[in-house]
């Protein structure tokens, strides 16, 4: 796994040149540019891929092997950027291989990254709820998995705390004691604490996601 900033540009100078640019083009156009998800925690699936925010003009992209995500320099100490979910995690997990993290001590939790949460999780469960019926089961497992995460991630935004990257979260759930009483709470807590949802969120085999599911949808 790379470890100084040569290696991790080395590392991600083919991707982006895949993606029809180079390091020197976006090292040019942005103010700072910071590596972040499992990769920067040091906790990458097989598969995982690059994440890297880049405080610059350009419009956020993802793919399999690279996930540009753009911020405009004008945005970086406002509101929205500073209380999301986003800006918690790399703030806390972020390697920046150009410019300084000086915003990262302004960042803080907020309730509207709370509640753009729980929308999502009801949103998602209501469009599972209604098309139940239609789906493969191993989609039906790759929602109900993502769910719980989510549900995971909600619980890390109200306590304030930055959200981990995919893997922890699949690791502290699977040295749960009693995930199912866990489950119950954090979905009585986000309010979507449906009997559908509990149901098929309460079997084991949903708890982690199983290595096939997870090369199907690219987690990390």
Not at 26 to 50: H, T, W, Y
Not at 125 to 131: D, N
Not at 150 to 175: C, M, S, Y
Request: charged share 25%; glycine share 8%.
């Amino acid at each position: 796994m790379p470890k100084t900033r040569e290696e991790w540009i080395a590392s991600l100078e083919p991707r982006l040149e895949r993606g029809g640019s180079s390091w020197d083009r976006l090292s040019g156009a942005c103010e700072q540019l910071v590596i972040f998800g499992s990769r920067a925690a040091g906790v990458p699936n097989e598969d995982s891929d690059f994440d890297l925010l880049c405080v610059g003009p350009g419009a956020s992209r993802l793919s399999r092997a690279l996930d540009l995500v753009f911020i405009a320099p004008e945005d970086l100490l406002g509101e929205r950027w500073l209380g999301s979910e986003l800006a918690g995690h790399v703030a806390r997990y972020g390697i920046w291989l150009k410019g300084e993290p000086d915003w990262v001590h302004r960042q803080h939790g907020s309730h509207q990254a709370v509640e753009r949460k729980r929308q999502k999780l009801l949103h998602r469960l209501q469009a599972v709820e209604q098309y139940f019926h239609l789906l493969d089961p191993l989609y039906l497992q790759k929602y109900l998995t993502l769910t719980r995460r989510d549900l995971q991630r909600f619980e890390h935004l109200t306590h304030g705390e930055p959200v981990p990257p995919t893997p922890i979260l699949d690791r502290a759930w699977a040295q749960l004691g009693n995930p199912a009483a866990k489950l119950r709470a954090l979905a009585s807590e986000a309010g979507v604490g449906s009997p559908f949802l509990l149901e098929r969120l309460s079997v084991p085999e949903y708890w982690p996601a199983s290595p096939r599911l997870q090369r199907l949808q690219g987690w990390d």
